[in-house]
């Protein structure tokens, strides 16, 4: 019995250390870019902020929306539809960014309603009594 634990405990600590020295490399990789960048002249955070910032925290509160899975609902669905307005807002002001035109933000707004309108659609797309299956036309 004692010879399991000890298997059950060095598999578990090999796992661990994968996942961790993944994370460690990205941000190893991740600084580096940002200093080669630096040292270039150019502000590659200055460029990348509204996506690392805004998008990335909606990147993270969609996650659920992908697990909401028919019968392995995530209790953390709701987060996807805060998710989809961040990650357009973002996305949003990184375009808006690259042109230098944020004026036209008072016409793209109107994409943000539309995300969120989107996401509840497809969080809600296994349900078997939601109106989008619908087809046809009801007299």
């Known amino acids: 019995m004692n010879d399991e634990t000890t298997i059950y ?18 941000l190893i990789v991740g600084g580096g870019a940002l200093l080669i960048a630096n040292l270039a ?6 460029f990348l902020a509204p996506l ?6 909606g990147l993270l509160l969609i996650q659920p929306a992908v697990r909401a899975t028919g019968p392995n609902q995530s209790p953390w669905v ?4 805060p998710g989809s307005f961040f990650l357009t807002l973002g996305s949003l002001i990184f375009l808006m960014g690259i042109v230098d035109h944020f004026e036209s933000f008072a016409y793209a707004w109107a994409l943000l309603p539309a995300a969120v309108v989107a996401d509840i659609m497809y969080v809600r797309r296994f349900e078997e009594n939601h109106p989008i299956h619908a087809r046809g036309t009801k007299i």
Not at 10 to 26: D, L, P
Request: glycine fraction near 14%; charged fraction near 15%; aromatic fraction near 12%.
């Open 9 to 26: 405990k060095a598999q578990e600590k090999a796992v661990m250390g994968r996942s961790m020295s993944g994370t460690a490399t990205a």
């Open 41 to 46: 002249g150019f502000s590659l955070l200055e």
């Open 52 to 57: 690392l910032f805004i998008g990335g925290f």
């Open 78 to 81: 709701w987060l996807a539809v």
